[in-house]
């Protein structure tokens, strides 16, 4: 009888066992998207503008270092992805952020975002603008970077002229080279990048060149006369979402309104959506991607 009761533990101690030692079947973790950006990746500043709150800060923040806005006096609509940011003509204010993230450390970089406008607004409106430490007779100094569009008498619903300055360099949009059908009021994706082995700039309009035919040496940046290489934003100190630097409260030293009182800068009057930054220079095909998935 002992021995029967002790083949009978024995049995039940080896079922116990096995079945301690069974792979359990692991528990769903729920529909999650695969992280594209872990930490140290290329993407250091993204807003999606995707928040619904009555907290017009919340709806603003960017999703890297859960950096919150300083202000932010955009409505909110329907953007192309989610939501977005709405200006007005008579906004004066942009969407104020202390510092983008640490993309002033970026060498070569990539700005991306979405834009919704019309025209009908006398000035030039800034899509977006990083103050700068430095500051000399020249108002463009005072901002590392920044993009703006001028409005009644230069673009129209089929052709806008567009702006974009880094560093005192120049690449303008203009007359001939205006931006085709940017100004229809329908959302259209932005993406200016900057390669610092080529020290070129490149620009692209829903995923294709902003403008196609222009000579290489258009998109050249230069340090004086020489190839400007790696990029230095290390005196931005700031970042504006649809405005200039004055509209987050640093006025440029050349930014001297008219006889009316009026500053001929002017905060974004359209929608903005799915704001991003990076630390490097996106391919052609990987800005194509952004586009064709609405990000």
């Given at each position: 009888?002992?021995?029967?009761?002790?083949?009978?533990?024995?049995?039940?101690?080896?079922?116990?066992?096995?079945?301690?030692?069974?792979?359990?079947?692991?528990?769903?973790?729920?529909?999650?998207?695969?992280?594209?950006?872990?930490?140290?990746?290329?993407?250091?500043?993204?807003?999606?503008?995707?928040?619904?709150?009555?907290?017009?800060?919340?709806?603003?923040v960017?999703?890297?270092?859960?950096?919150?806005?300083?202000?932010?006096?955009?409505?909110?609509?329907n953007?192309?992805?989610g939501?977005?940011?709405?200006?007005?003509?008579?906004n004066?204010?942009?969407?104020?952020?202390?510092a983008?993230?640490?993309?002033?450390?970026?060498?070569?970089?990539?700005?991306?975002?979405?834009?919704?406008?019309?025209?009908?607004?006398?000035?030039?409106?800034f899509?977006?603008?990083?103050?700068?430490?430095?500051?000399?007779?020249?108002?463009?100094?005072?901002?590392?970077?920044?993009?703006?569009?001028?409005?009644?008498?230069?673009?129209?619903?089929?052709?806008?002229?567009?702006?974009?300055a880094?560093?005192?360099?120049?690449?303008?949009?203009?007359?001939?080279?205006?931006?085709k059908?940017?100004?229809?009021?329908?959302?259209?994706?932005?993406?200016?990048?900057?390669?610092e082995?080529?020290?070129?700039?490149?620009?692209?309009?829903?995923?294709?060149?902003?403008?196609?035919?222009?000579p290489?040496?258009?998109?050249?940046?230069?340090?004086?006369?020489?190839?400007?290489?790696?990029?230095?934003?290390?005196?931005?100190?700031?970042?504006?979402?649809?405005?200039?630097?004055?509209?987050?409260?640093?006025?440029?030293?050349?930014?001297?309104?008219?006889?009316?009182?009026?500053?001929?800068?002017?905060?974004?009057?359209?929608?903005?959506?799915?704001?991003?930054?990076?630390?490097?220079?996106?391919?052609?095909?990987?800005?194509?991607?952004?586009?064709?998935?609405k990000?």
């Amino acid at each position: 009888m002992k021995n029967k009761l002790q083949l009978v533990f024995i049995f039940a101690s080896l079922l116990l066992i096995v079945a301690g030692c069974q792979k359990l079947k692991r528990p769903a973790l729920g529909d999650y998207p695969k992280d594209a950006n872990p930490p140290g990746g290329p993407l250091k500043f993204y807003v999606a503008f995707d928040g619904s709150t009555a907290d017009p800060l919340m709806n603003a923040v960017d999703s890297i270092r859960a950096t919150f806005p300083g202000s932010n006096a955009f409505t909110t609509v329907n953007g192309i992805s989610g939501k977005a940011v709405q200006g007005s003509a008579t906004n004066t204010k942009a969407i104020k952020y202390s510092a983008p993230n640490d993309f002033s450390r970026s060498t070569s970089f990539t700005i991306s975002f979405w834009m919704k406008n019309s025209v009908g607004q006398d000035g030039a409106q800034f899509a977006f603008s990083m103050p700068s430490t430095v500051r000399k007779d020249s108002w463009t100094t005072n901002t590392q970077t920044f993009m703006l569009i001028e409005d009644k008498g230069q673009s129209t619903a089929d052709s806008a002229a567009v702006k974009f300055a880094v560093k005192d360099n120049w690449f303008e949009f203009v007359n001939d080279r205006r931006v085709k059908g940017l100004l229809d009021n329908n959302w259209h994706h932005i993406a200016i990048t900057y390669n610092e082995t080529t020290s070129k700039v490149s620009f692209y309009k829903d995923g294709q060149t902003m403008v196609s035919g222009l000579p290489s040496s258009f998109y050249d940046l230069k340090k004086g006369s020489n190839p400007y290489g790696p990029m230095d934003f290390s005196s931005v100190t700031g970042f504006a979402i649809g405005g200039w630097s004055q509209h987050i409260g640093l006025p440029g030293p050349g930014d001297n309104p008219g006889a009316n009182g009026e500053s001929w800068a002017k905060a974004f009057a359209g929608a903005i959506d799915q704001f991003r930054l990076y630390n490097k220079a996106l391919s052609a095909s990987e800005v194509q991607a952004l586009f064709n998935s609405k990000l």
